[in-house]
Each structure stands twice: as structure tokens, then as C-alpha cells.
Nanobody, 116 residues
Framework: VQLQASGGGLVQAWDSLRLSCAAS????????MGWFRQAPGKEREFVGN????????IYADSVKGRFTILRDNAKNTVYLQMNSLKPEDTAVYYC??????????WGQGTQVTVSS
């Protein structure tokens, strides 16, 4: 299983950015794809996830209403659309796949930096 995260960069506060996570090596239809982030000096934080088959999503309170997770079944790709970015959103963002809350494969991470 391989997860390739991309799309990070340096943006200003209130800007938007979309991260991508291209997945391969598993029949992802029965799994959940999640996004996590880790800021310097902080523990890894759950951002949100999407059920690949139903499309249902869950978000952390800190990003609810600003971030949206989307999927493209044909491309086996999950997206994290981030709007109204804040400096506190600065972190390395990771995508992961798993089942029942256990994520067993992780992407390499992509840096998002939001300047004030």
C-alpha cells in the first residue's frame, strides 16, 4: 500500500489550499481515509476522515466549517480542501488509511505553512 501526499506550500492567512493523497495497493472501497497533522513541538492531531464507500466525513472541531475532505474513486485520490487558513493550521499534514479507527498505512507528509 502506498499513499502519496502532495499540495502543501506557503500561503497567507485566509488563503485556501488543497492537499491530495493518491492511494494504491489496496481495495480502498471498504476503508477509511484520514488526514492528520503535526505542528512543531506538538502531538499528531486528527483532522478528519472520509469513508471511502459512503463518502461520509468526520472533522475535528478545530477545522470544521473550513476544511472539506473529498474523494475521487476513479483516481483513488482523496483531497483535503482547506479554506480560511490560519497560522495555527501550520503543520505537516499526513494522509492515512485504515479501518475501525486503526490507521495502518501512512503517507510521507506534506508541509503547510500559513503566514499571518
Amino acid at each position: 500500500v502506498q499513499l502519496q501526499a502532495s499540495g502543501g506550500g506557503l500561503v497567507q492567512a485566509w488563503d485556501s489550499l488543497r492537499l491530495s493523497c493518491a492511494a494504491s495497493g489496496r481495495t480502498f472501497f471498504t476503508y477509511v481515509m484520514g488526514w492528520f497533522r503535526q505542528a512543531p513541538g506538538k502531538e499528531r492531531e486528527f483532522v478528519g476522515n472520509i469513508n471511502w464507500s459512503s463518502g461520509s466525513t468526520i472533522y475535528a472541531d478545530s477545522v470544521k466549517g473550513r476544511f472539506t475532505i473529498l474523494r475521487d474513486n476513479a483516481k483513488n485520490t482523496v483531497y483535503l480542501q482547506m479554506n480560511s487558513l490560519k497560522p495555527e493550521d501550520t503543520a505537516v499534514y499526513y494522509c492515512a488509511t485504515g479501518l475501525a479507527g486503526i490507521y495502518d498505512y501512512w503517507g510521507q507528509g506534506t508541509q503547510v505553512t500559513v503566514s499571518s
